[in-house]
């Protein structure tokens, strides 16, 4: 939208783009239809830069993941856009056919009756210094789509939109789904600062010296021998699950795998090693020095980042493994000379939400106290705080066992509420229903993703009875439809925060470099780390607000200013 003397004009412009920098444009009024005739540019940049500056349109294209990338590289920075293809997937998934080609293909083919052409296959990530070279990013798979396309696909999803139970609250889904999009291209241009020479000391402080002939370096060799040493052993490959089993019950101890909280629970001196092999194993084949000379260049971790890669729409990355980066290895994230880093965390965000959502007034009393959790102890809890945390998260997360039920019992007595909303979208999720977020984002159907939770696999001992094999995937899908009403509406407010502060930032020297799940970095100049910290918290502000109303929870966010990423509270 661009503002005027004391009224709000929505002004859309679809936009397509050719392989040699060209393409057309053509304004639409909201409703999708064409307000002017196709004009069509030899220099797309440019013609977009201009209109930009006229104007602040909202851009209508097929995929940001393909379209922006070329405008940031030719220096345009664009306010706002709808993509197309990430709101087909929304709608799709609200009518119950998760997983469909989303493409514009598919979508005009759907909408006339015919075949539906699959979505091409995601173009491999590229590392830093490796992108294409042409302008804009040729994608395998069917021609692109021309205006036309475009205009016809955006009238069908305003109508669809319009249909769903909420549509104030969708667009608001489809807003922010939009906006991520292009903060995620944004990112991955400006890149995360890392120091390689903090990150080499890192990595010879924990793995020693790299093999002069590959393979691992020393301290894991080291390692590997202590542990075969330990089991009596002349040689173990200790990232091997399979040789470790093994090793295992030579010494006469079975064990269903070899994960860490399995491990921990057996008495043998080779333990303490095989834990610490895996966890540098890690460290050194996630973000070793292979990794750093992919994927650090000129100073920053460009990573490429998949807006809602994940059901509930949390984000994801294709290369790189930029939402799993270690504590430790965040060491060398370090601010430019005379920058810091403003590192927001969004603490107690599901059970907030669950307060925000639920209309549980009691639970949402609580939910505006800086701690959630002391808050509800000192409500119903006795003031045990730790019980009062075991409560929510397990009616959160279909915690059933233990500890939980007593502390259940107590929820569901003086939040009822709160308790039979996570309860009804478990019961939906068992009977194979769908389930919704609290912006329309829905859950895959039954069908959909949830074969292999049935706990049954080629290696089970013997036959199970298929009955309880079926009751055993309904609770499994109970669980996920529980957590999902939940975190999926975290990752909207999420979303939402990112796109606000995305605004709020626009024209400053500060930068968005990192988003993880609910934690946001900016880098900025020392000097205006107060001013975007006090952005952020009217971010947060303003994404409650949009998604919520006037709602008694609150959702107070975790400032730090910090030179270093690792040095964030």
């Given at each position: ?8 004009v ?30 069509p540019v030899?220099d ?10 006229a ?24 306010d ?10 929304l709608?799709l998934?609200?009518?119950g056919?998760?997983g469909?080609p ?16 699959p ?10 210094g ?7 990013d ?7 789509p ?5 205009i016809r696909v ?9 249909a ?8 608001l889904?489809v807003?922010?789904e ?8 944004e990112m ?11 990150h ?12 002069p002939?590959?393979g691992?370096?020393?301290?894991l ?5 202590r542990?075969?040493?330990a ?6 490959h ?17 064990l269903?795998?070899?994960r ?9 001196p ?5 834990l610490e ?10 973000h ?22 994940v059901?509930s ?21 370090v ?15 599901e ?7 639920s209309g549980d007034?009691?639970l ?25 945390k ?5 009616a ?5 066992g ?6 259940l ?17 478990a019961?939906t999720g068992e009977?194979g229903?769908?389930?919704?977020s609290?912006l329309?984002r ?29 009751a ?19 990752a909207?407010?999420?979303?939402t ?5 995305r605004?709020?930032?626009a ?26 910290a ?5 971010s ?8 919520f109303?006037a ?5 107070p966010l ?7 990423y690792?040095?964030?509270?």
């Amino acid at each position: 939208m661009s503002y005027g003397p004391g009224r709000i004009v929505f002004v859309l412009v679809a936009v397509v783009a050719d392989e040699r920098g060209g393409g057309a444009l053509q304004p639409l009024d909201p409703a999708g239809h064409p307000t002017g005739a196709a004009e069509p540019v030899t220099d797309l940049a440019a013609a977009v830069a201009a209109r930009e500056a006229a104007d602040r349109p909202r851009w209508l294209w097929a995929s940001t993941a393909t379209t922006y990338p070329a405008l940031l590289r030719a220096g345009v920075r664009v306010d706002r856009c709808h993509d197309l293809e990430l709101t087909e997937a929304l709608l799709l998934g609200h009518d119950g056919r998760w997983g469909e080609p989303r493409s514009v293909a598919a979508a005009l083919a759907r909408h006339g009756g015919g075949p539906v052409p699959p979505d091409p296959p995601p173009r491999p990530a590229d590392p830093p210094g490796h992108a294409q070279g042409a302008l804009f990013d040729a994608r395998p798979g069917p021609p692109p789509p021309d205006l036309t396309d475009l205009i016809r696909v955006y009238a069908d999803q305003v109508a669809r939109i319009a249909a769903t139970a909420h549509p104030g609250r969708f667009r608001l889904l489809v807003a922010a789904e939009s906006a991520g999009a292009l903060v995620a291209v944004e990112m991955g241009a400006t890149g995360l600062p890392w120091r390689v020479e903090v990150h080499d000391e890192i990595l010879a402080d924990l793995l020693g010296e790299p093999s002069p002939v590959g393979g691992p370096p020393r301290r894991l060799a080291e390692l590997a021998g202590r542990i075969a040493a330990a089991f009596g052993l002349r040689q173990v490959h200790a990232e091997s699950p399979a040789e470790l089993l093994r090793a295992f019950a030579r010494a006469g101890v079975e064990l269903p795998n070899t994960r860490a909280w399995v491990l921990r629970g057996v008495d043998h001196p080779a333990v303490p090693l095989v834990l610490e092999y895996k966890e540098l194993y890690r460290i050194w084949t996630a973000h070793g020095w292979a990794w750093r000379d992919a994927w650090v260049s000129g100073g920053r971790f460009r990573p490429e980042y998949v807006p809602a890669g994940v059901v509930s729409g949390r984000w994801a990355s294709r290369g790189g493994g930029a939402l799993q980066i270690p504590k430790v290895i965040r060491r060398a994230v370090v601010a430019d000379p005379g920058w810091r880093f403003v590192v927001a965390d969004a603490g107690q965000l599901e059970p907030r939400v669950l307060a925000a959502v639920s209309g549980d007034a009691r639970l949402a009393a609580a939910g505006g106290a800086g701690d959630l959790y002391a808050a509800l102890a000192r409500d119903s809890f006795g003031g045990d705080r730790p019980r009062a945390k075991v409560a929510l998260l397990g009616a959160m997360y279909g915690q059933t066992g233990g500890e939980a039920v007593p502390a259940l019992a107590v929820l569901r007595r003086n939040y009822p509420t709160a308790f039979g909303y996570v309860e009804a979208a478990a019961r939906t999720g068992e009977a194979g229903g769908l389930v919704r977020s609290w912006l329309g984002r829905t859950c895959p159907p039954g069908s959909a993703g949830f074969a292999g939770l049935t706990g049954v696999g080629e290696s089970d001992p013997e036959p199970v009875d298929p009955q309880s094999n079926r009751a055993r995937a309904a609770r499994s899908r109970g669980r996920f439809t529980r957590n999902f009403v939940i975190q999926a509406t975290a990752a909207e407010w999420a979303s939402t925060l990112l796109a606000t502060l995305r605004s709020a930032l626009a024209g400053t020297d500060a930068e968005l470099v990192f988003f993880q799940h609910d934690e946001v970095l900016v880098h900025c100049p020392a000097e205006q780390a107060d001013t975007v910290a006090e952005a952020v918290a009217r971010s947060g502000d303003r994404a409650t607000a949009l998604l919520f109303g006037a709602t008694p929870v609150r959702f107070p966010l975790d400032l730090s200013v910090v030179g270093c990423y690792a040095d964030a509270a």
